[in-house]
């Protein structure tokens, strides 16, 4: 099971930009800050972007982004890039990014899909980080925050909460679901919310890592119980948990994602994309 960590997927492979991952910092802190280098936040405060600056959110592959990244300034990665020119994307990008280089260097990786309670006393933002084995454990970093900015180790997050653990929660009647979303002045939260979290959690575990906005599918609350029982189960290390969550997704026709998601962007972007 560890082996298929190490190995890129089709969203995470550099492809022809792959050297110049080679030439990040191995240390996780300096290279999560050299991932910081490379994207900004579409709702990075201060800075708006729209038309096909805000449309590189949907870039949606690394070697995209780096390709992206590569037309304003060709060279290597380590290279200062003014925030405002870094390719616009979101924490998914973040994470992506960090996988894609540690996987290139033969380090089990992959993206968790939850939530952050870490920006707000009050609200539980939905988030993707990377998690990465260091031989001893799965470490969850969050490449997106600048350790200056924290009261806490963005390369060890273990606050992270991930859908299958808010799902959970919720179904338990441990949390209020209606804080836990896109953002508290939006509608995007509550069950339904958690509920596809989940089904993302699901896709990133294997391999399919899509983007928050992509949707594809049809999950059940039942479907949700059970696949969050198996999340839960495997990231304590239970391998037959591990396998059966494989087998449910690849075998299951509404929950695997076969060939398009429907992408509803923040960009405007509202159609069927091939993946």
Request: hydrophobic share 40%; with cysteine.
């Amino acid at each position: 099971m560890m082996q298929r960590y190490r190995e890129q997927t089709r969203f995470s492979d550099p492809g022809e930009f792959g050297e110049l991952l080679d030439d990040l910092p191995e240390d996780l802190p300096s290279l999560m800050a050299a991932v910081r280098n490379l994207v900004v936040h579409y709702r990075c405060a201060g800075l708006t972007f729209s038309g096909d600056r805000l449309g590189e959110i949907d870039a949606r592959w690394v070697s995209r982004i780096l390709r992206l990244d590569q037309s304003r300034f060709p060279g290597p990665l380590t290279a200062p890039r003014p925030q405002a020119e870094r390719v616009v994307g979101c924490c998914r990008d973040y994470a992506i990014l960090t996988v894609s280089t540690l996987r290139r260097r033969g380090v089990p990786a992959r993206t968790r899909v939850g939530f952050a309670p870490y920006f707000a006393e009050d609200w539980n933002y939905d988030h993707i980080v990377a998690e990465y084995w260091n031989g001893t454990r799965w470490v969850m970093a969050d490449a997106q925050l600048d350790p200056a900015d924290v009261p806490f180790d963005p390369a060890d997050v273990p606050q992270f909460i991930t859908a299958a653990q808010a799902w959970t929660a919720h179904r338990r009647g441990i949390i209020d679901a209606d804080r836990y979303g896109v953002d508290p002045h939006l509608p995007f939260r509550g069950h339904q919310y958690l509920l596809d979290a989940v089904l993302l959690e699901v896709a990133h575990r294997n391999g399919d890592e899509v983007l928050l906005w992509d949707q594809w599918g049809a999950i059940t609350d039942r479907t949700a119980d059970n696949l969050a029982e198996l999340l839960l189960s495997a990231d304590r290390g239970d391998a037959a948990a591990e396998r059966a969550l494989t087998e449910r997704y690849r075998t299951d026709p509404n929950l695997r994602l076969d060939g398009r998601v429907h992408c509803l962007s923040p960009s405007g972007f509202d159609g069927w994309v091939k993946v």
